[in-house]
């Protein structure tokens, strides 16, 4: 048996085969461009025949999950290899090595490492499974079949297999920050010098690492002996000073362009030490700081994608000044990461405006703050795609690359650094299409610079475009995001009577862009979702109402959910908007994404959008309440409704304000200049020891310090009793906890105190004690808090204020003595308070629904690291879903048991609820039946389809909704939070509007 049998066999068993899904790189001609760039890579790169990928026939788009390798011998050397490409390539997570009667299964995320006591690849780098030609083959293979694959629960098996953070991207990253550090170390280096010389090097390893069929690289034969004598590689070099500088001159001479220019004071700047240090990193030598050798003797630099070389760059621009990062950079924890553009996300981008496929070419891009032109390489790949896709798939010469390239693509920055850095990814990534020796014969690089590159303001750019290219087709990239304006674009703003909020740069870019844009443009930025969306100050409230008012904004899609996930080491969450420079259209909504993680290495190659997690908001909303964008991401039409409903009760503030009430945050210790020696020895209550309603007063520590930065002089009084207490950060399980005291106290800043006057007021204190306590201020701050489950786990001092009270309690007819507080606090459970509260706010039984479910299933997620809701649904629950449903359905109808519902489950990713509409005979409401295994079969398949592909790297998960006679089906995921009673109004709610527009007679 040969390996080609081997393959086929393979296929067959796993269900590959079927279907698409499966790419031949003897089929190319028959593929989109999209699949056509992803065989071509992993043939050119790997040596793979095959790759297996994601996608949705009808779109055409895919995602790769397995390269496929053919050998007809076990050679470790070859399999190494091919790891090794395969982690360098960093695409489809998946490697499968192809042997004669044998399978062998790779971690495309686990690095590459050496045989101890050798210095040979080590072969099983990265194993998850070697399969043989046996009896149990079939057994053994059923982990990998299609289904396993496409449902996520490979990935999930083999969790461990596939971290993030052995990915190439990121142990380049590390690896490449960690020489800068050591080069930076001198103080005689400064950071534009290192930069060069990383970049020279990488480009040179590049060079040296392209080879042809024959592994001939770039460089001619015997290169490096003409400087150094006996030299075979570029480290060999670096040991030679002068040669080195030589080399360098060279290749500057040899191929144009702007490629990190050889400054007049560079070479006696650089020692002979800095060049030794490089020299050991690139050959492995060097340590860092975990003690461990550096992996660059791993990298290929012909297989390493040139848009995470990028992004590597991306992430040094946005250090501190030299010193300073010499002083900080070993605690800053890589700060780095939070200006770093995941190629996912500038994929997801791009494929809203400019798919892959196609024949129009001739398309102008802007990058307004292009950095190292992350975005102009991928928007550079797909414009070649298309033209070869209008040249019959012919190969671009050097001209033809150089016309897409300066025709089409243009950048500003305002760091000059990171526009040569920009020209070299695109030069890179011309070179990507090029044969290594004509790269050396032919090609001489455009210069970008001032051409197509500008390093300049964005704003004194706008108003003198030089380039030849005045407006712009598609305006897209991700605009600094400092609390920092710049003079041109303070200017700019007062001249056009622009509003931002908060010194937000990123919002002005977003009338800036508008500008440059041509009357039929898109453009797409990525700005803080907290200045966007959430921030509730007046100048970020007039600057969404107008930006709504000035413009067509198609879609916003928020990440915030995302954001451990997309920028690990960011402080806050991003979203992107696509809007075009002409009036709104008022009667248009705006699509509103809230992608959420799956908690699968999944979320490393991909977007999952669930169908509960789009919303359509209309324009006049959009335009005037502040809450809109926090209640449609984490809720559904109906908490909207409950959240307008409390929003009209006053508020903390308004009872306060009558009562004279004192309020304020506790002391901040700070920078301890102030002495407060009257705080001192006083009982002291911190959050940890905060418990509902009341605590044990006597069993409080003494404070010990005596100097404070703010230790609230002022409003000394909320340290006296009687006084609320009230934690600023909500627990997992219980939220917002506040207590009682008696007696004086003091606190910190963590703490919002409010002290009344003892009798009367000091009860009505009591009844809000009780409400900070109850569901209902958890489920409210929930959904319209700007930082609370966005980027902070805590209300800031103005959103506890503006919390709303019952009439009856802001009127002070409810009262509640620190006696009852305490029974209420002995009880042990909260429970015991429900119908107390469900009273004071008139709540109905399915409002009461909405705010458990809220609480059940959005906190879990939040806190449990995605790891809730995830959970297959348990029978009581779809018992309640049924009721729900049902009896929704029948109040909306005004009827009486018109609706039942029969609920099929079982070993399966879906759930399959068929409602039967009988008006003449009573029967059972909710019934249950269990799936046989031809249906289990169909629904496996049926959810491989659901996963409608959006765009190349975003898919949206459909539910299904069939009508037949007086039938309904539903079909959604097999999870608790697809289930729940609330999940249940909201299915009610939308059957109603489908039902009203086709059966309307029947009723």
């Given at each position: 048996m040969d390996s080609l049998t081997t393959f086929n066999n393979f296929l067959s068993d796993t269900e590959l085969d079927c279907d698409k899904g499966l790419l031949r790189i003897n089929d190319i001609a028959k593929y989109s461009a999209r699949e056509t760039h992803f065989l071509t890579w992993g043939q050119q790169k790997i040596g793979s025949e095959a790759v297996f990928v994601q996608y949705t026939p009808q779109l055409g788009s895919c995602i790769p999950l397995i390269y496929f390798k053919l050998l007809e011998e076990p050679d470790p050397k070859s399999i190494a290899e091919a790891h090794k490409l395969a982690w360098n390539l960093g695409q489809a997570p998946l490697l499968m090595i192809v042997l004669p009667g044998e399978i062998r299964a790779y971690s495309a995320y686990v690095n590459p490492r050496i045989k101890k006591g050798t210095n040979k690849l080590d072969e099983t780098a990265g194993l998850i499974e070697k399969i043989e030609f046996a009896q149990k083959w079939r057994v053994e293979l059923a982990k990998f079949k299609r289904e396993e694959l496409l449902s996520g629960k490979f990935w999930e098996l083999h969790k461990a297999r596939f971290n993030p953070r052995t990915r190439v991207e990121r142990t380049l990253l590390e690896n490449l920050t960690e020489i800068r550090k050591l080069l930076l170390k001198n103080n005689k280096l400064s950071s534009p010098l290192v930069h060069r010389l990383l970049g020279r090097s990488i480009f040179i390893q590049y060079l040296q690492d392209r080879q042809d069929t024959n592994k001939k690289n770039v460089f001619p034969e015997n290169y490096f002996e003409k400087y150094v004598p006996g030299a075979t590689c570029f480290s060999d070099v670096l040991g030679d000073k002068k040669a080195t500088y030589n080399l360098f001159k060279d290749l500057e001479e040899k191929f144009n362009g702007d490629l990190f220019p050889v400054l007049n004071n560079e070479e006696r700047t650089v020692s002979d030490e800095d060049l030794k240090l490089l020299s050991d990193f690139l050959t492995g030598k060097a340590e860092l700081r975990t003690r461990q050798l550096t992996l660059w003797p791993y990298y290929s630099f012909n297989a390493i994608p040139i848009e995470f070389i990028s992004n590597l760059y991306e992430s040094f621009f946005h250090l501190e000044s030299d010193k300073n990062a010499m002083a900080n950079e070993n605690s800053r924890k890589n700060r780095a990461g939070t200006y770093y553009t995941p190629h996912k996300l500038v994929e997801f981008l791009l494929d809203e405006v400019l798919p892959w496929d196609g024949t129009n070419e001739e398309i102008s891009i802007l990058d307004p703050s292009c950095g190292s032109g992350i975005f102009l390489v991928e928007s550079y790949r797909r414009l070649v795609a298309r033209w070869r896709q209008r040249n019959q798939n012919a190969k671009p010469t050097a001209e033809d690359l150089k016309k897409i390239l300066t025709k089409n693509l243009y950048g500003v920055d305002s760091n000059p650094e990171a526009i040569k850095v920009a020209a070299f990814s695109l030069y890179l990534t011309m070179c990507d299409y090029l044969e290594p020796r004509y790269i050396w014969n032919q090609v001489k690089f455009p210069k970008l610079n001032e051409t197509n590159l500008l390093a300049s303001d964005f704003f004194d750019f706008i108003k003198n475009?030089?380039?030849?290219?005045?407006?712009?087709?598609?305006?897209?990239?991700?605009?600094?995001?400092?609390?920092?304006?710049?003079?041109?674009?303070?200017?700019?703003?007062?001249?056009?009577?622009?509003?931002?909020?908060?010194?937000?740069?990123?919002?002005?870019?977003?009338?800036?862009?508008?500008?440059?844009?041509?009357?039929?443009?898109?453009?797409?930025?990525?700005?803080?979702?907290?200045?966007?969306?959430?921030?509730?100050?007046?100048?970020?409230?007039?600057?969404?109402?107008?930006?709504?008012?000035?413009?067509?904004?198609?879609?916003?899609?928020?990440?915030?959910?995302?954001?451990?996930?997309?920028?690990?080491?960011?402080?806050?969450?991003?979203?992107?908007?696509?809007?075009?420079?002409?009036?709104?259209?008022?009667?248009?909504?705006?699509?509103?994404?809230?992608?959420?993680?799956?908690?699968?290495?999944?979320?490393?190659?991909?977007?999952?959008?669930?169908?509960?997690?789009?919303?359509?908001?209309?324009?006049?909303?959009?335009?005037?309440?502040?809450?809109?964008?926090?209640?449609?991401?984490?809720?559904?039409?109906?908490?909207?409704?409950?959240?307008?409903?409390?929003?009209?009760?006053?508020?903390?503030?308004?009872?306060?304000?009558?009562?004279?009430?004192?309020?304020?945050?506790?002391?901040?210790?700070?920078?301890?200049?102030?002495?407060?020696?009257?705080?001192?020895?006083?009982?002291?209550?911190?959050?940890?020891?905060?418990?509902?309603?009341?605590?044990?007063?006597?069993?409080?520590?003494?404070?010990?310090?005596?100097?404070?930065?703010?230790?609230?002089?002022?409003?000394?009084?909320?340290?006296?009793?009687?006084?609320?207490?009230?934690?600023?950060?909500?627990?997992?399980?219980?939220?917002?906890?506040?207590?009682?005291?008696?007696?004086?106290?003091?606190?910190?800043?963590?703490?919002?105190?409010?002290?009344?006057?003892?009798?009367?007021?000091?009860?009505?204190?009591?009844?809000?004690?009780?409400?900070?306590?109850?569901?209902?201020?958890?489920?409210?701050?929930?959904?319209?808090?700007?930082?609370?489950?966005?980027?902070?786990?805590?209300?800031?001092?103005?959103?506890?204020?503006?919390?709303?009270?019952?009439?009856?309690?802001?009127?002070?007819?409810?009262?509640?003595?620190?006696?009852?507080?305490?029974?209420?606090?002995?009880?042990?459970?909260?429970?015991?308070?429900?119908?107390?509260?469900?009273?004071?706010?008139?709540?109905?039984?399915?409002?009461?629904?909405?705010?458990?479910?809220?609480?059940?299933?959005?906190?879990?997620?939040?806190?449990?690291?995605?790891?809730?809701?995830?959970?297959?649904?348990?029978?009581?629950?779809?018992?309640?879903?049924?009721?729900?449903?049902?009896?929704?359905?029948?109040?909306?109808?005004?009827?009486?048991?018109?609706?039942?519902?029969?609920?099929?489950?079982?070993?399966?990713?879906?759930?399959?609820?068929?409602?039967?509409?009988?008006?003449?005979?009573?029967?059972?409401?909710?019934?249950?039946?269990?799936?046989?295994?031809?249906?289990?079969?169909?629904?496996?398949?049926?959810?491989?389809?659901?996963?409608?592909?959006?765009?190349?790297?975003?898919?949206?998960?459909?539910?299904?909704?069939?009508?037949?006679?007086?039938?309904?089906?539903?079909?959604?995921?097999?999870?608790?939070?697809?289930?729940?009673?609330?999940?249940?109004?909201?299915?009610?709610?939308?059957?109603?509007?489908?039902?009203?527009?086709?059966?309307?007679?029947?009723?």
């Open positions: 475009v030089p380039f030849k290219q005045k407006k712009f087709d598609i305006i897209i990239g991700n605009p600094p995001w400092e609390s920092k304006v710049s003079d041109s674009a303070s200017k700019y703003l007062c001249s056009h009577s622009r509003t931002i909020g908060d010194d937000q740069i990123a919002q002005a870019f977003l009338w800036g862009a508008a500008e440059l844009s041509d009357k039929n443009g898109e453009i797409v930025l990525l700005a803080p979702s907290k200045g966007l969306l959430f921030n509730a100050s007046e100048p970020n409230k007039e600057f969404r109402k107008e930006l709504f008012s000035s413009f067509e904004v198609k879609a916003i899609i928020n990440f915030s959910a995302l954001r451990r996930l997309l920028f690990p080491t960011a402080a806050g969450p991003a979203s992107a908007i696509f809007y075009k420079p002409i009036p709104p259209n008022n009667e248009k909504k705006i699509l509103y994404c809230c992608p959420k993680s799956s908690n699968s290495p999944e979320d490393s190659w991909r977007f999952i959008i669930e169908s509960q997690d789009i919303s359509y908001i209309p324009l006049k909303v959009a335009k005037e309440n502040q809450y809109i964008w926090k209640a449609a991401m984490w809720g559904t039409p109906r908490d909207w409704e409950l959240i307008q409903k409390l929003e009209k009760l006053p508020k903390l503030r308004d009872i306060c304000d009558s009562r004279d009430w004192i309020h304020s945050e506790g002391f901040i210790v700070g920078n301890k200049k102030i002495q407060a020696t009257w705080l001192t020895k006083k009982p002291y209550v911190t959050a940890d020891v905060l418990t509902p309603f009341v605590v044990d007063e006597s069993g409080l520590t003494k404070l010990e310090i005596d100097r404070f930065e703010r230790p609230r002089t002022n409003k000394a009084k909320i340290y006296k009793g009687p006084h609320l207490l009230i934690s600023q950060t909500p627990k997992k399980e219980k939220g917002f906890i506040a207590a009682m005291l008696r007696d004086e106290a003091v606190f910190t800043d963590s703490i919002l105190g409010i002290s009344a006057q003892a009798g009367e007021d000091a009860d009505i204190l009591g009844t809000i004690c009780i409400l900070v306590n109850s569901f209902v201020w958890t489920y409210y701050a929930m959904l319209t808090s700007r930082k609370w489950l966005i980027e902070r786990d805590e209300l800031q001092k103005d959103e506890f204020m503006s919390l709303p009270i019952p009439v009856s309690v802001f009127e002070g007819k409810i009262k509640t003595s620190y006696s009852d507080l305490k029974k209420f606090a002995d009880s042990n459970n909260i429970n015991i308070l429900w119908d107390k509260i469900i009273s004071l706010y008139g709540l109905t039984k399915d409002e009461v629904f909405l705010m458990k479910d809220a609480l059940q299933y959005n906190l879990s997620y939040f806190y449990e690291k995605d790891r809730a809701n995830l959970n297959q649904i348990s029978s009581m629950s779809l018992l309640e879903y049924g009721h729900s449903f049902c009896n929704t359905l029948n109040n909306s109808f005004s009827k009486k048991n018109a609706f039942a519902i029969n609920i099929i489950s079982g070993d399966m990713p879906m759930i399959l609820a068929h409602v039967i509409l009988d008006k003449h005979k009573p029967t059972n409401q909710v019934t249950f039946e269990n799936a046989p295994d031809k249906l289990i079969q169909s629904l496996r398949q049926l959810d491989k389809i659901l996963l409608e592909k959006e765009s190349s790297s975003v898919y949206i998960r459909r539910n299904v909704r069939i009508y037949h006679g007086n039938n309904i089906y539903l079909l959604k995921r097999n999870q608790d939070r697809f289930w729940s009673r609330s999940a249940a109004q909201r299915d009610a709610d939308e059957v109603y509007a489908e039902i009203m527009t086709s059966w309307r007679d029947n009723f």
